[in-house]
């Protein structure tokens, strides 16, 4: 099988939305699921976990899987349908952003949306 990241390259799609009043963000392919107490607090902790899971994979050779992991169903179907604004008005407005965050290896990189 072939995966869309490589411990070389890739993306991982994340979502920034609130519910009940805390902020999460979610880097889908890895399972990632940070919180705070702002989005842009959530979008930054989540970045640095998804550059430490990475940076961690690279270190021990991961095979590619753990950076490919089915997401949940339900920050998939979010996810997909605020990137094309067909959520409920009422469920767009708790959205504060959708994108990708770009996992590929250069040097001297920080995580950046792609």
Not at 34 to 60: C, D, H, M, N, W
């Amino acid at each position: 099988m072939k995966h869309k990241n490589t411990l070389q390259s890739g993306s991982v799609r994340y979502l920034v939305f609130r519910d009940a009043g805390v902020w999460y963000a979610v880097g889908l392919e890895l399972n990632i699921v940070e919180s705070g107490s702002t989005p842009e607090e959530a979008f930054l902790l989540l970045a640095e976990a998804v550059q430490g899971y990475v940076e961690s994979a690279r270190k021990i050779k991961a095979r590619p899987h753990i950076l490919n992991q089915r997401s949940d169903p339900e920050y998939e179907t979010k996810w997909r349908l605020a990137g094309e604004s067909k959520l409920p008005k009422r469920e767009m407005q708790s959205v504060f952003a959708v994108g990708r965050l770009n996992i590929s290896r250069q040097k001297k990189r920080s995580f950046v949306p792609a």
